[in-house]
């Protein structure tokens, strides 16, 4: 799962969201469920609850669990309530971004949070900026309203189902309208949504979430996903399921399993912990080699590695130690410390590396400057050997479906070639999962795949308009 | 002036506005303005400035001098800036409520702030809803933007000025929008707005602001107000004056000559220390009194008290000190302290008070029950009469065009003849300036005038749709 | 009073006193007569409170409604506390210096503020390091603390008795020791301590402050001054009064009357307002000017101002606007502003000034800068003529107890004549109360003198070692 | 090593300690070092520099890293500086309590800084107390400082070598006095404290820590400990040792490598990461048993558990993810959630344990409260047998020497047999590592003993004045 803060070189999602229908604490359940999601992005984050009547809203900058003190969570009172935790891009850090956004129209008062990125927003916002609708604001959250808005369907739900259908890209969608929760998720199902239940004494409450480690929490249990292309409304009538449209073919983002979701989360129906230690065991058979330890770059590594270590006999270890502590204040003396930012956050263990052939396993290698940095001080603690093994395919493309990925120019392994990186690297073999076999790892093994690899493959499961441009700009909505 | 965040039973107005166009710092400069204009609001300030192709904003909650440090100053380039500071009615405070608002629309990008209260703004609020527009605060401000949006207009300037001529009420409107800043009074001009001007070493700037103390502080000089009706756009071919609409019957604020303007301030052309000093003097008149000693009650009333006392000969003294430090944090003891509320704020001296027939000056009389704790303070530090003036008519109406007044069924003097207020306050006499007087203080001496009275009268000068709604409700906007 | 957080160019006392006996939310009142006493301090403040046994200690850098949260006040539980709020000087701004000092010695548990300044402090720390104790701050408080663990006496009284006898300077003391408050003033009694009382259903409540405006604010009465050399316990036994030394000559700090104390204050018996009323009438009589008006320098300068225009007939206006929102982070523009510091916190109203002959009274002169930038920013709003009036008498020598005065070098009455003082200023006149007359003002005509006057006169009432240092150097304590 | 904020069953030491000379960023460099220690201690921190003639300090609540900013580093100058990183004790609280302690005394100005907890402390103060000395925190540093005032000796390196003699107990002492940094460690070297080196262009700088872990973020190798009994100078002259006493049995502190060390941290000489997986090793020998997965309680017991699962073969995963953002806010819905509090932090992976025979692996056993918590919540994830594995025997008495334990009354393993203590936490087996097998982990194979193992035999290295007394209260200094 990924590291809170780091400066590392690292992919990122934008965005957790969470919704709670029939529970006359909803807000403070949201509260839980979003600290669980918490490591989905920790620049603001964002409740709207509900009474039937009115909708409270309270959104910040910060940490979760520093913004919703008792106070906060004694002004949004209701039995539903959604929730949002936002990841930064560049250019867009602003309380004004922060999700979710409440807004009074024709349909009445909505508030709506979402997990994704829309690629034809663009285009959705011209049209209806040429329809006199205003923008405060650069997320896609926005443009869906203003949909609902000008739809001329009367109920809140007509509108959204239309409204949705308008949508090209990636989203998981969470909504308050009226006296009920309404989710939904794209057609191709990019980015995950879980259903859970909570059987209380007032009968059952339904929950929604990014990821299941959010029901654990709070004691709900995972009974299944919302599917491509569903709208689930949980409301006075209790749950009812429906497709607004057809399903198209299932792209789910194999990077939820391969770094963003948390180990101990069941995503796409899989346990992550099950799939990414699968990739571990399956990438011990890709350039094998005897070396004497396997470590991993915590925190994210660690389940491949293990996974590696099991298959292959080698044993594993705890060579980097990583400080959880993290502030922005620190200051590099003048007479430069090498590495200092990466040192900040890890310290080599002499005793397990010095003299040692070191395997070392991370999930991800985008840019490689950090892999550099971490490669050079895994040999000045000693290392004899340094290999480094990736938990999945080389990073060719950026993704348009949520994930924050530099520009094509900025990919290494879209410019260079394995032993190019090797090189620049600076580590003695280096081998990356082949697209099969992490497709094996997550159990994606029917004749269609259900997974979008498109960040390995450069085949986009939509079409994509402008997609030069999109190549050489980094979209930043969540 | 106002009281800064007196918890006293004063009539507020909301909000100050300020802008600036053609100088290398003109956030800078805006925060100066407001700075000056802090009286005017305490809840909220935001600042949109803008080089002509972007706008950036900042707005938080709080007072103007601890918002706009230097970095977030840093973060709002450009020549032009508007500015608003917001005071807070109940229910809405929140920093979605923060002006200046900032959007993309098919016109471009704008932001604006407006000082007022639009008394047509729930019907065009529902009807631009009808057409699909989306609300997601409850400021006219957002509403003056859909319209701008909505229009059919090419241009921005167009557009707003359609814009415009669609609102009733009270507005004193500050915009960036696209090179250059557009600023607009409503037709009756209840609002001040004033024009000042910078020489510099290249070339003219050119600022506008709620009150002219805001130029005082930027050596800006004053060179007269926006009129009625009156839209005037400074950009790159100088200052361009129009009439977008036909002004109306003038109704300038009275109030803001009575209490909510700086005494160094000139507004409507006339300075506010003259007219309060005129009626104190005026006040006198009214059923003249033998007494000791003049007493302001501070800060507002010392102005009029001054010229009371110069009239009648009767020394002024300040017989009540104020505390300007506030916080939120005291708690009354168990055994209770009497008027503990007012008392943190105002202490009697005896020394003045003592023995002595006492004339008590206030500039407004709203609910009565501060005014009653007063005179019940001062009687206890020994004075031996005390008789009240106030240096206004009774209040018998709500105000609808931007000041917060209580309902008509809190406003005593709507309730109760002068006696029995005299009674409820326990002041040996009371008397009020008559609204001859006034108009004389304030020189609305034309056979038309110029001024509108309705707080004193009733007679409103606009059209009211559900007058009997807005009677019993407190319209919050700004 | 003292303008709070004033950039000016005025002398600043250092520091208020309260205590309070026998009440079970005497932390409560602590702070609200720390609340009534903010203008003597705005760095930091703090209680210690005791039941007897324990004492609970709080202080903070701030203002005191910002630091005795209801939280806060929580934990400082107690029938007794001790108060104190500092004012900051150049070099000692921490917490660390924050009283009262709290501790555990051999006498018990004992927490100590103080008011005034110690003049053989440095000799008594230098004494009292040789003899093993450790200072941990600048405070002279903790001087009077390892004096009192120093002692060969067995009580906390005699200890405190016997260390009050070996200070030289100026101190009004509080102390929590044991089941009791012990008070104590020096024994010429330079620095003001009030006594007052409350009646309760459960008994009398004692309260001791460096201003009567403390009391009023929680309903006790003034009963009387501590007197110079006097201690009095309040404790069990009720309130228990001696003598513990012969009062030497009494010389009460003139100052506080002249600007320091609040006007609603009666200060060594003599209510503050009378006095600085009565300055102005005597100072209407030294070089005795026609004018038009008469404009104070806010805040401090309007009693005397008043008084002023009482005996001359001038008439009195508010010239001058004080803006009270103070923060920190004002930018003056490149393009500089004339007098920016000056203008952030006054403006002229050119309606009074303009075309007008001006008398500015003040209370006080001591660089002479500020006073040149208000005189030229009333010419400039269009004054003819302007004549500057202090208040008291030019002040020529440094305080060494307790007021924060710059070195002789930086007085400017200490360097030049009154009319090079006038040259600098560019006032068409300039004059000062005379000595005699200021004494006729607060009361001080009996054939010995009560009063201190030495920053008029340079002729100190107690004995200085090392006077050459103390001439060049600022003593920062409090 | 100790698990950030975490509100579980842990014992947990007190403090880290920092030095350097002879370095011009000498604050940064304590900065990062502190950073490096933070695990040690989360209340407070504070850094004292000095130039060799001044001293300045800074300390504050909270974290290294939002406590040091750019601006509060700029104002501590100078080539040496102490730095202290504090664990919070109940009752204590506060930033009176914060190191260093900063004074001037008759050998000039000091500060210092300390690890650990002197026994005799009480007879210490006692003693200082009835020679004058005044206390104003509850810190051990207070009475070191006292000791070297009331010290006969001439200079600060001689009477602090007299103080040092008078101290029983633990202590790893860092100080600044005069032009030097001078640092000892009690005779019997309970806590560590580690010689650094740097070398720059300017000449060697000399470093010293708790743990070796703050040299690697800095670039200075390790070149050894400051032994038992010993006191280094770094100054002027280079470094200088000494022993100022002669060293008694070393009895340096087991649960260092036990629990609270960071793995990466040499401590005693030998590496912290060994020691735990040796433990971890011999451990698989306790009651050696059949079991499907080892999983350890995080992040505490990962070095253990690995090194169980290499030497018993079955795997390892990581079955409980912890989730490492921390808030205070969080509160218990009304319908309680079973285990809430641990929850926050620890969540099962159920693919993992689900229809497994479980065995956990801890480093420590405290009160076994938590560890009931984490046994039920693995047996609802599935596990089908659940056996608890303690890396160290069990906990039967409080530590004395710094460590901060609960009284033995607390303490389970003092009152309750093995198989007792099983029932309660309702694991299928326990079983803790033998003292004789600890003492091989961390090399402890002389015929004499160089650790202290008090908590788990109750055999103190220090005669301890009033044990009674000491066992049923917690000593809570640092």
Do not use: W
């Not at 913004?67 to 309530?81: D, Q, R």
């Not at 590594?301 to 620190?330: E, K």
């Amino acid at each position: 799962m990924p590291d809170e803060e780091l400066p590392f070189d690292k992919l990122h999602e934008e965005c957790g969201v969470f919704a709670v229908y029939g529970h006359s604490e909803a807000a403070n359940l949201a509260h839980l469920g979003l600290h669980a999601l918490q490591h989905r992005g920790q620049e603001s984050a964002g409740i709207a609850s509900s009474d039937g009547k009115l909708i409270y809203t309270f959104k910040s900058m910060g940490h979760v669990a520093d913004i919703f003190t008792a106070s906060v969570l004694n002004g949004l009172p209701g039995y539903m309530a959604i929730g949002h935790t936002r990841y930064s891009t560049a250019g867009d850090s602003s309380v004004l971004n922060a999700q979710p956004f409440s807004v009074s129209c024709n349909k009445g008062r909505i508030a709506v949070a979402h997990n994704g990125n829309i690629t034809n927003a663009a285009e959705l916002r011209s049209e209806l900026e040429d329809h006199g609708a205003i923008f405060q604001a650069s997320s896609d959250s926005e443009v869906i309203l203003h949909l609902v808005a000008h739809s001329n369907q009367r109920t809140l739900a007509e509108a959204l189902r239309e409204a949705l259908m308008l949508l090209d890209g990636a989203f998981s969608l969470v909504v308050v309208a009226g006296d009920s929760i309404i989710v939904a998720r794209d057609p191709h199902g990019f980015r995950p949504l879980a259903i859970g239940r909570m059987n209380t004494a007032k009968g059952p409450v339904y929950v929604f979430a990014s990821e299941t480690c959010a029901f654990d929490l709070i004691d709900a249990h995972y009974i299944g996903d919302v599917e491509p292309g569903e709208m689930v409304i949980a409301g006075p009538n209790g749950l009812t399921r429906e497709f607004y449209t057809l399903p198209d073919r299932p792209a789910q983002c194999v990077f939820e399993h391969v770094y963003f979701s948390r180990p101990d989360s069941i995503v796409f129906g899989v346990p992550v912990q099950q799939s990414r230690e699968l990739m571990g065991r399956l990438l011990s058979e890709e350039l094998p080699i005897q070396a004497d330890v396997i470590v991993p770059i915590p925190d994210s590594g660690v389940a491949a590695a293990l996974g590696y270590s099991h298959a292959s006999g080698i044993p594993f270890a705890h060579g980097l130690i990583r400080n959880h502590y993290v502030g922005r204040t620190f200051i590099e003396p003048s007479q430069a410390i090498r590495d200092f930012g990466v040192r900040l956050k890890l310290n080599p263990v002499r005793e397990i590396l010095a003299g040692k052939s070191v395997i070392l396993v991370d999930d991800s290698l985008v840019r490689g400057t950090t892999s550099q940095k971490i490669v050079r001080m895994v040999r000045n603690a000693g290392a004899r050997e340094v290999h480094l093994r990736i938990s999945c395919p080389p990073t060719i493309s950026p993704c348009f479906y949520g994930v924050d990925t530099p520009t094509k120019r900025e990919l290494i392994a879209a410019n260079q070639t394995v032993d190019e990186i090797r090189q620049f690297i600076d580590c003695d073999t280096l081998a990356y999962l082949s697209l099969d076999k992490l497709s094996m790892a997550v159990r994606d093994t029917n004749a269609e795949s259900h997974f979008c690899y498109a960040c390995y493959t450069g085949k986009y499961p939509t079409e994509l308009v402008n997609i030069e441009e999109l190549m050489t700009s980094r979209p930043n909505r969540c």
